[in-house]
C-alpha cells in the first residue's frame, strides 16, 4: 500500500473514529435529556395532585454508554438505535401530555370526593360520662351483710343524652304500663336523682319504664339518692357500664354506698380514694371515661342503681308500708260529717 493510500485510510479511520464519538455524545445527551424530563416530571407530579404522570426511571449507567462508543456513524445499528430513540422520545413525551390532561375520575353515584382523602375517625353522636377534675369526698368503711347478696331488692336504669338524642330514644320506646324508675313498693323506700352543678335536678322525661334525662356537653352532674326509709340501705351504682367505686366493668357482686336512714347519698364522681373522686361531666362520646380507659362505648349513656337491703331486715315490715298494705277501703257505712 502506498503511503498516499495509508495516510487516505488513515484519515477515513479517523473521520470514521470521530463521527463515531460524535454519535455517541449525541445518543448519550438524548438519553440523558429523556431522563432529566423524567425527573422534572417526577418532581412536578408531586406538587400537582391534579396531574397524573407515569414516573419511570432509566438509569444511565456507565456500561450501557460504553455500549454505544462501539457504534460506527452510518452503520445499520447506529441508524437502528437513531430511530429507537426518536421513537421513544416521542413516545414518552405523547404519554407525559396525555396523562397530565386526564382529569380526575368522577366519584361513584352516592359518594363524595372526600371519599379519595384521610378521613376522622367516626364518633357516636350524643354524650358520654368524661373524667372530670378531681373533687373532695371523704367516706368512711362500715360493715354491711346483704340480705341476698346477689339478688337486690331493686333496680333502676337512668338514660342520659343531650336533647335531640333524648328525643329520639324516646320516639323509639314503646310506652308500657309498668312501674318506672323503682319497680315495685321499694318507690317508696328511695328516691334517686341526677342534679347539675348548680344543684338543680337535671329535666327529662319517663316513657313506659324507661327514665331519660338530658344532659349538656361540659356540665357537672351528680348521683343523688335519698333513703326514705327506717333501714340502712347499700346503694350499687354505675355510670356507661363501669363501677363508680373501682372504675371497672360494674357488677351486682361489687360493694357500694351504704346509706342511713332517711339520709342522701351524693356521688359526684368516679371515687379515686377515701378523700376525692373524679368529677361526672358530659362530654363527647370519644372523650368518655369508657372509651379513653377500656375502648369501649357499647354501654355509653345509661346509669345503673342496684339497691340492697341490710341481712335481718325485711324493708315490708316498716310501720308506714304495713299501714298502707293493711288499709281498708270499705271500713264503714254511710259518710258521717267530720
Not at 376522622?120 to 362500715?142: A, I, M, N
Request: aromatic share 8%.
Amino acid at each position: 500500500m502506498s503511503r498516499q493510500e495509508k495516510d487516505s485510510a488513515a484519515f477515513d479511520l479517523a473521520t470514521h473514529d470521530c463521527v463515531g464519538r460524535g454519535a455517541e455524545r449525541g445518543i448519550y445527551l438524548m438519553l440523558l435529556r429523556i431522563s432529566k424530563s423524567l425527573e422534572l416530571v417526577k418532581s412536578a407530579s408531586t406538587d400537582n395532585a391534579d396531574c397524573w404522570c407515569f414516573l419511570i426511571h432509566i438509569p444511565v449507567a456507565q456500561g450501557s454508554r460504553l455500549a454505544v462508543c462501539d457504534l460506527q456513524a452510518g452503520s445499520l445499528r447506529y441508524h437502528r438505535l437513531m430511530s429507537a430513540c426518536r421513537f421513544l422520545s416521542l413516545f414518552l413525551l405523547g404519554l407525559i401530555l396525555a396523562s397530565c390532561s386526564t382529569p380526575l375520575p368522577s366519584p361513584a353515584p352516592g359518594t363524595t370526593s372526600e371519599a379519595s382523602y384521610a378521613q376522622p375517625p367516626q364518633d357516636r353522636p350524643g354524650l358520654g360520662t368524661r373524667w372530670g377534675e378531681t373533687r373532695k369526698s371523704s367516706v368512711d368503711v362500715t360493715n354491711f351483710v346483704r340480705a341476698v347478696p346477689t339478688k337486690p331488692l331493686a333496680t333502676a336504669a337512668i338514660f342520659y343524652n343531650d336533647r335531640a338524642g333524648i328525643e329520639a330514644m324516646a320516639a323509639a320506646s314503646q310506652p308500657q304500663r309498668v312501674w318506672p324508675v323503682i319497680a315495685g313498693p321499694a318507690a317508696s323506700l328511695v328516691s334517686v336523682a341526677l342534679r347539675d352543678q348548680n344543684g338543680r335536678i337535671l329535666p327529662g322525661l319517663i316513657v313506659g319504664d324507661r327514665w331519660f334525662v338530658v344532659g349538656e356537653e361540659g356540665r357537672r352532674y351528680s348521683i343523688v339518692v335519698r333513703n326514705q326509709s327506717e333501714l340502712r340501705l347499700e346503694v350499687v351504682l354505675s355510670v356507661d357500664g363501669l363501677d363508680v367505686l373501682d372504675g371497672r366493668p360494674a357488677s351486682v357482686r361489687k360493694r357500694g354506698y351504704v346509706v342511713e336512714p332517711h339520709r342522701k347519698l351524693v356521688v359526684d364522681g368516679f371515687r379515686q380514694s377515701s378523700e376525692a373522686v373524679a368529677a361526672f361531666r358530659f362530654g363527647p362520646v370519644r372523650e368518655s371515661y369508657a372509651h379513653e380507659k377500656y375502648g369501649n362505648t357499647r354501654n355509653v349513656g345509661v346509669i345503673g342503681v342496684a339497691i340492697f337491703n341490710e341481712f335481718g331486715t325485711n324493708p315490708w315490715t316498716d310501720r308506714e308500708v304495713q299501714k298502707r298494705l293493711h288499709a281498708n277501703p270499705f271500713p264503714g257505712g254511710f259518710a258521717t260529717p267530720p
